[in-house]
């Protein structure tokens, strides 16, 4: 076992006196825990710190490992440049890692790098270990960078870390940076909503008690609303711990500027087989799957059939026979909207009826959704049991000449603007307001936003 221990720390800029020059006093609680963990840290006398950052180089499909012998960098941008750290790179480690993940079939690596300066998610700690005394010229780092892939695979990254680690006999040291919520508060920089403080409570429950199953599964929609900054960072240091036994211990939580701060520290005891998250999860996946197929009704079962069977012979379906009448007697425009671990995967719909029954609408649409929306690549056969579906079935589109008759939860709308059109549905996570509304649906049409449109609005019939 080559792990010595892990922690989830947060990043604020503000917590340093260089840049708080006196605010800092308000997160006291976070300042001590944070030099209580580095003194920890500096005490186990790892010979490779692994850091993961919310804010190094993220990319959707792709773990970015930051390359090179050493990197520098400084809080500038927080009117603090006085503040300057340098890191030496464990290249040995950071050459066997990009090459273990790629054989395992988790995509990362070292390419890709746009900005090699050290992000503030990897200074504000660095800054506590420079304090705390850790050599920095014995100690090496690696830098790892999130992705927009599943809990899982980035469970099985973490995973890989730790073997990598063990083959090479290299003594780690697992440091996870990321806040929590960034809606905890009305005056805060982000607002409020009720997800936040929800999300941050499930998020320190789940790391002070070491719920690790509960951490991978928590609910994608909570998890988006709440805007959460480092979850996906602690889904990685979970993987680094696999099948070990750890005692967490939270240090600090506090949400003084509207932001999360959590703190929680893992001791590492020896194996523990019970532990083994990985498979869990795969279980858990496999009983939502059911769940969910359970609960699909006639238009969303129509849609999964449509989408797996051209995903699978690359071939339309032809509409199955025991389809109830109002898809096969009616004909309206309807829209499939695909997502994936909380994410859009692909949104294709027809604003009228373009085919003889709604049936064949949702048949077509759903291929387009998989295969033909511009903004992301044609769905796999491997992703398949991950995709959730949800088909809207449009009313009539009514003419208006007033924004208030618009409700960004009940009516869907349309902009126009000669000969481009763009269209949003209503009640979309993250639209809160009917000018979000038309002006996301004006860059969709490619209108400018000074750009005066005509606008109709619709409702739907939303199916699950």
């Excluded at 960004?408 to 009640?427: A, S």
Aim: net charge negative; glycine share 8%.
């Amino acid at each position: 076992m080559s792990i010595l221990g892990a922690v989830a720390v947060p990043h604020p800029p503000i917590i340093l006196p260089e840049v708080g020059r006196g605010e800092e006093q308000k997160i006291a609680q976070t300042t001590q825990a944070y030099k209580e963990i580095a003194r920890r840290i500096v005490e186990l006398q790892p010979e490779t710190i692994i850091i993961t950052s919310p804010h190094s180089i993220m990319y959707s499909d792709y773990f970015h490992i930051s390359p090179g012998l050493s990197a520098s960098g400084d809080m500038a941008q927080f009117r603090a440049g006085q503040v300057k750290l340098s890191i030496s790179y464990d290249t040995d480690f950071v050459k066997r890692l990009s090459a273990e993940a790629m054989a395992q079939g988790v995509s990362a690596g070292t390419l890709g790098e746009r900005n090699p300066a050290l992000d503030h998610g990897t200074m504000i700690p660095l800054y506590f270990l420079k304090n705390a005394g850790l050599d920095f010229d014995r100690v090496k780092f690696i830098r790892i960078g999130l992705s927009g892939m599943s809990a899982a695979v980035h469970y099985k990254f973490g995973q890989i870390i730790s073997h990598v680690a063990d083959d090479l006999g290299r003594k780690i040291f697992f440091l996870a940076s990321g806040d929590l919520s960034h809606k905890l508060k009305a005056d805060g920089p982000y607002g409020f909503v009720e997800e936040g403080p929800q999300f941050d409570s499930q998020v320190m429950d789940n790391l002070g008690g070491a719920n690790f199953l509960q951490l991978l599964t928590m609910d994608d929609k909570l998890c988006l609303r709440a805007a959460e900054c480092g979850l996906r960072s602690f889904w990685i240091m979970a993987g680094a711990l696999d099948r070990l036994a750890v005692r967490a211990e939270e240090l600090s939580y506090q949400g003084t500027f509207g932001v999360g701060y959590g703190i929680v520290w893992f001791n590492v005891g020896g194996s523990a087989s019970t532990r083994n998250f990985a498979e869990q999860l795969d279980k858990f996946k496999q009983y939502e799957l059911i769940q969910r197929k359970s609960k699909e009704d006639a238009f969303v079962r129509l849609a999964r059939y449509s989408l797996e069977t051209f995903v699978k012979t690359h071939k339309p379906a032809t509409l199955p026979k025991d389809l109830p009448e109002e898809l096969t007697n009616r004909r309206a425009g309807a829209f499939v909207s695909l997502h994936k671990n909380g994410n859009l995967r692909g949104c294709i719909g027809t604003i009228m009826a373009t085919r003889d029954t709604l049936a064949e609408e949702i048949l077509q649409n759903a291929i387009s959704a998989c295969s033909r929306d511009p903004r992301f690549s044609p769905v796999t056969a491997d992703e398949l049991d991950d995709i959730e579906y949800s088909v809207d079935v449009l009313g009539e589109p009514e003419r208006i000449f007033d924004v208030k008759a618009l409700d960004v939860r009940r009516y869907g709308v349309i902009v126009e603007n000669g000969g481009r059109r763009g269209l949003l549905l209503p009640d979309l996570e993250g639209i809160d307001t009917v000018e979000e509304q038309i002006a996301i649906a004006k860059r969709k049409a490619g209108i400018r936003a000074d750009e005066k449109v005509a606008l109709w609005r619709f409702e739907v019939v939303r199916h699950y």
